[in-house]
Nanobody, 124 residues
Framework: QVQLVESGGGSVEAGGSLRLSCAVS???????MAWFRQAPGKEREAVAV????????YYADSVKGRFTISIDYARNTLYLQMNSLKVEDTAVYYC??????????????????WGQGTQVTVSS
């Protein structure tokens, strides 16, 4: 069974940095993986997506230039480096992995496997 386990969340002041990790087990790379986030009262949104077959990436406009998604195939770990954090980045962050055909890489329902989530809190 595929398992995704996030770590690295926490509390930081605005302008600070955090790096989220997602340990991946029993998953065959070659499809889309992503980081989503969900703030209270809001829908889950895609923050950063990587196609693990080619390494191509996509970022939401709100995080472009500040967040970097990457993958270490040797360590089976997905990362999200978050710099210049803003209060509005506060949310629970989830890593996700897809199996099969993905029609819309930004939609949560396209992903089959999810981590448990890790809280990121940015204070002013």
């Amino acid at each position: 069974q595929v398992q995704l386990v996030e770590s690295g969340g926490g509390s930081v002041e605005a302008g600070g940095s955090l790096r989220l990790s997602c340990a991946v087990s029993r998953y065959t790379f070659g499809n889309y993986m992503a980081w989503f986030r969900q703030a209270p009262g809001k829908e889950r949104e895609a923050v950063a997506v990587i196609y693990t077959g080619s390494g191509n990436t996509y970022y939401a406009d709100s995080v472009k230039g500040r967040f970097t998604i990457s993958i270490d195939y040797a360590r089976n770990t997905l990362y999200l480096q978050m710099n210049s954090l803003k209060v509005e980045d506060t949310a629970v962050y989830y890593c996700a992995a897809a199996r099969g055909t993905v029609y819309n890489r930004l939609k949560p329902d396209q992903y089959n496997y999810w981590g448990q989530g890790t809280q990121v809190t940015v204070s002013s």
